[in-house]
């Protein structure tokens, strides 16, 4: 069971919005920041969102990514069949059990 | 061009210990506040960390798999190898290296993967 809690999947019509939540604790979210990746199938991860709001350069400006005290939140908009992927949010807890923690994951599909 | 690139066993026997490297190109081991992190994915299941390695040396590790794991770094080499001893079939999974570029724990992320290498237990 993962420390940081994402629904398992979210689903949404092309050219639409979805969001995507991460809940997590004062140890983990609300002390550190947040980060976002997104897992297309058979693919390795790609850094989507950093430092909670930042994008990496090429990443488009249809992913946003906001923090609010201990959960965070990925935001896609205008929708595509190429963002059909995984999404997992990602931090560091500075708990007794110290160390980088990820979501369990959501499966986005693009209806 | 910043790559990094895992490489070792597909198949390893139960009790064995798994030796894995992770050779990066495109930056140094020894750049200030870089570091790499290893991370795996058992099929069909969510991401697990499990350790990292800084320039400074500063090591960290997964506490449920603190005591099978080792990882360290050859800067000559451009390496970095974790060792999983007493591997299990539940350990079969997809094993990814990442650049970790800041030494933060605030601010911790990944921002260049290896393709990953899928390790199988199985004897």
């Known amino acids: 069971q993962s420390v940081l809690t994402q629904p398992p999947s979210v689903s949404a019509a092309p050219g639409q919005k979805v969001t995507i939540s991460c809940s997590g604790g004062?140890?983990?979210?609300?002390?550190?920041?947040v980060a976002w990746y997104q897992q297309l199938p058979g693919t390795a991860p790609k850094l989507l969102i950093y430092e909670n709001n930042k994008r990496p350069s090429g990443i488009p400006d249809r992913f946003s990514g906001s923090k609010s005290g201990t959960s965070a939140t990925l935001g896609i908009t205008g929708l595509q069949t190429g963002d059909e992927a995984d999404y997992y949010c990602?931090?560091?807890?500075?708990?007794?059990?110290?160390?980088?923690?990820f979501g369990g994951g959501t499966k986005l599909t693009v209806l | 061009q910043v790559t990094l690139k895992e490489s070792g066993p597909v198949l390893v026997k139960p009790t064995e210990t798994l030796t894995l490297t992770c050779t990066v190109s495109g930056f140094s081991l020894s750049d200030p506040g870089l570091g790499v992190t290893w991370i795996r994915q058992p099929p069909g299941k969510a991401l697990e960390w499990l350790a990292h390695?800084?320039?400074?040396?500063?090591?960290a590790y997964s506490t449920s798999l603190r005591r099978r794991l080792t990882i360290s770094s050859d800067t000559s080499k451009s390496q970095v190898v974790l060792s999983l001893t007493n591997m299990d079939p539940v350990d079969t999974a997809t094993y990814y290296c990442?650049?970790?570029?800041?030494?933060?724990?605030?601010?911790?992320?990944?921002?260049?993967w290896g393709q990953g290498t899928l390790v199988t237990v199985s004897s």
């Open positions: 390695i800084f320039s400074n040396d500063d090591k």
């Open positions: 990442a650049r970790i570029p800041k030494y933060s724990s605030s601010l911790y992320y990944f921002d260049y």
């Open positions: 004062s140890s983990n979210i609300g002390n550190n920041y």
């Open positions: 990602g931090t560091w807890d500075s708990s007794l059990s110290a160390g980088g923690i």
